[in-house]
């Protein structure tokens, strides 16, 4: 079934009641303290979560609350403990906001002067915050890059446009920090001297900085995806997608253990790399090329062996299905990928084979938010503010249960939060869930 919704609902909704917020919000805070979404896409890089419940819509019948957010940020909202961190520009300036399970601000801190964004999409506060439960590290365009106790408190700050010069991404900073058992890790991929560090959690001082250079064609050089920590031979380990390039470093030092080239034979300009990869089963699946111009490439490394391992560890190949911006979800051994237009794929991650597919309505905007699959929830809002769900059916395909239009961009990605959704639009942070 397929449902619209009208022009005008959504103001009328921003005024629901703080009592009904306070019901709907002590049902499942005990939920959310065990289910922490801490990081951009989860406690396993996945973009999923397993479940039942999650609603069939972002429709006026499935919202508990809404909060106005202070000014444009396209970064995804992380959630500990019943609270929920986003960043946003606050009067100009760079800011965390927190927000507890009813839609209340809890507290804001401000640091410096914003870099805004420059493309329509984007914002100075692209990146994502990250928390190991106990500290919220963050990122800003304009090098403000901090560590805030979960009462904002600011721990330590640092910037590292000052430290290390502006970036020089033709668009906006996208990656967002990781962290590993020791440290905090932030890579830059630009033309010029591109690199990865690792700053102390306590303290915010460097504790290794590493070069990642690669001559590309034009813009190829160019990274906006997000490093992955994973356990490489039995050590922690980082991998980082861009440049044309996969590598794998030791958390330790940085060392180089691992890398595999080859992803633009034909030298193709403006490739620059966004999707950010998912490791399944010892296989990364890389999504690079223009997929919004039509030149998709889905690629299946073998994550094995030591140093340059380009001649081997291709494992498969497609030049028919890929995505440009937004970055997969896996399910149930599966690479589920929401093209940038709107089409659904599901790809074996072994050997690269579609497993079924589905789509969503067309329509001249893009996909630019990631999509989550919650159960069996399939997730996925549009640049301009349509929010579809689908259902993934148990003997594969899609079937679009809902398709709403929150009337505000949506360019962060959808996050669980105890059986609900979290949504962040241009101007509001949303929370929808069954009543």
């Known amino acids: 079934m397929l449902t619209h919704t009208s022009s005008v609902w959504f103001g009328r909704a921003f005024r629901v009641s703080f009592f ?7 049902g499942s805070l005990r939920g959310e303290e065990s289910n922490d979404w801490r990081s951009w896409r989860g406690p396993k890089d996945s973009g999923s979560v ?10 006026k019948e499935y919202l508990r609350w809404s909060a106005p957010l202070p000014g444009k940020g396209c970064s995804t909202p992380i ?15 760079d800011s965390v906001v927190c927000i ?27 990146a994502s915050p990250i928390t190991d439960g106990k500290t919220l590290y963050v990122y800003f365009k304009s090098g403000a890059f901090a560590a805030l106790d979960l009462d904002g408190k600011v721990l330590w700050k640092k910037n590292l446009v000052e430290a290390y010069g502006k970036d020089t991404l033709y668009w906006d900073h996208g990656t967002s ?13 630009h033309q010029g001297e591109s690199w990865l560090a690792a700053f102390d959690k306590r303290t915010g001082e460097v504790a290794w900085k590493v070069s990642r250079n690669y001559k590309t064609p034009t813009e190829c050089d160019h990274g906006y995806s997000t490093p992955l920590v994973m356990q490489y031979e039995g ?17 330790s030092d940085g060392e180089v253990v691992y890398s595999c080239g080859d992803f633009n034979p034909e030298a193709s300009q403006l490739w620059p790399a966004i999707a950010t990869p998912v490791v399944i089963d010892g296989m990364a699946v890389i999504a690079y090329g223009r997929n919004d111009r039509g030149i998709p490439r889905l690629y299946g490394i073998r994550l094995s062996g030591r140093g340059d391992t380009t001649k081997t560890n291709h494992v498969w190949k497609r030049d028919d299905v890929g995505t440009f911006v937004p ?95 979290l949504i962040r639009g241009e101007n509001h942070l949303f929370c929808f869930g069954r009543k």
Request: aromatic letters at 6%.
């Open 235 to 251: 050590k922690e380990s980082i991998l980082v997608w861009g440049a044309e390039h996969v590598t794998i470093h030791h958390s």
């Open 79 to 93: 959630h500990v403990g019943g609270k929920i961190v986003l960043t946003a520009p606050l009067d100009g300036k």
């Open 327 to 421: 970055t997969p979800c896996v399910r149930k051994g599966q690479v589920v990928l929401v093209r940038d237009h709107g089409e659904v794929e599901a790809v074996e991650p072994s050997t690269g084979k579609t497993v079924w597919k589905g789509e969503f309505p067309k329509s001249r905007a893009n996909f630019y938010s990631s999509p989550l699959i919650a159960g069996d929830r399939l997730i996925a809002p549009r640049e301009d503010g349509i929010v579809f769900v689908g259902k993934i059916k148990d003997e594969g395909g899609l079937e679009v249960l809902s398709e709403t239009n929150l009337e505000e961009s949506v360019i962060g990605s959808p996050v669980p939060f105890g059986d609900s959704v």
């Open 50 to 59: 397993e479940g039942t419940g999650f609603p069939d819509a972002v429709s």
């Open 100 to 126: 507890d399970s009813t839609g209340k601000q809890l507290w804001s801190t401000a640091f410096d002067q914003e870099d805004a964004g420059k493309h329509r999409n984007g914002s100075g506060c692209n």
């Open 177 to 189: 920090p990781v962290l590993t058992e020791q440290h905090v890790i932030m890579a830059r991929m």
């Open 20 to 26: 009904t917020a306070m019901m709907v919000g002590a």
